[in-house]
């Protein structure tokens, strides 16, 4: 079974620039989640969709933050315009409705100069 | 709200050595999961062994084993026969059975020690 694949590894971008990431989930999961981890700290949820629709995005800074999800299946994650404080790393998972936990991808690095 | 906390920001044991992990969780919830993930410095967050809150016997994957302590809201972690590739950093993780959202504590750096 394919793991959540998530692009790109790395990324460097200047501050006030746009940056997008992509999230393909486990197939068949219906829930999606977007984390940030800033270094050393634990993940912090950004937002969750149940297929197409956002359950939870009480935490995501919606003037420079953007999510979608299209089909109920990938992802994209745009920041416009970035901070430097938006760096940090930016993690997908998914997990099946009813049972086990979140999987996840490997993450997206982003730093902000 | 739900809240995770770990109060051990760090922990070093000696191979093939025991090690606990402590986790202690607040919520109002009677229905949850609770989760150990391992994250190695490749970063990608690895799920250890899962815990349904109405299952009374602790959950066992291999050499890792909880202790779960329902009416204390304890959760702890226990690594047997430690081996080197068990460095990392430890997330302890509460999951609500309403609404599927995942919380996470700060996270235990684990170091082995040959």
């Known amino acids: 079974e394919a793991g959540v694949a998530q692009s790109p590894r790395y990324k460097i971008i200047e501050k006030r620039q746009s940056v997008a990431f992509w999230c393909n989930p486990i197939?068949?999961?219906?829930?999606l989640y977007w984390y940030q981890q800033i270094l050393g700290q634990g993940p912090k949820l950004l937002i969750q969709?149940?297929?197409?629709?956002?359950?939870?995005d009480s935490q995501l800074p919606k003037d420079r933050f953007s999510a979608e999800r299209l089909k109920g299946v990938d992802s994209t994650l745009k920041i416009q315009p970035a901070k430097l404080e938006d760096s940090a790393v930016y993690l997908c998972?998914?997990?099946?409705?009813?049972?086990?936990?979140?999987?996840f991808g490997q993450g997206t690095r982003l730093t902000v100069v | 709200a739900q809240t995770v906390t770990q109060s051990q920001p760090e922990m070093s044991v000696q191979e093939a050595e025991t090690v606990t992990l402590s986790c202690t969780y607040d919520?109002?919830?009677?229905?949850?999961?609770l989760f150990w993930y391992k994250q190695p410095p490749s970063r990608q967050m690895i799920l250890v062994i899962r815990?349904?809150?109405?299952?009374?016997q602790n959950a066992t994957e291999n050499r890792f084993s909880v202790n779960f302590q329902k009416a204390a809201k304890s959760f702890s972690l226990k690594i047997s026969d430690s081996q080197l590739g068990d460095a990392a950093m430890y997330f302890c993780?509460?999951?609500?059975?309403?609404?599927?959202?995942?919380?996470f504590g700060t996270g235990t750096r684990l170091k082995v020690l040959a």
């Open positions: 815990q349904e809150a109405y299952k009374q």
């Open positions: 993780a509460y999951r609500s059975a309403r609404t599927y959202k995942y919380i």
């Open positions: 919520t109002s919830e009677s229905d949850y999961y």
């Open positions: 197939s068949g999961h219906a829930t």
């Open positions: 998972a998914s997990s099946a409705l009813y049972r086990g936990g979140a999987f």
């Open positions: 969709f149940q297929n197409n629709g956002v359950v939870d």
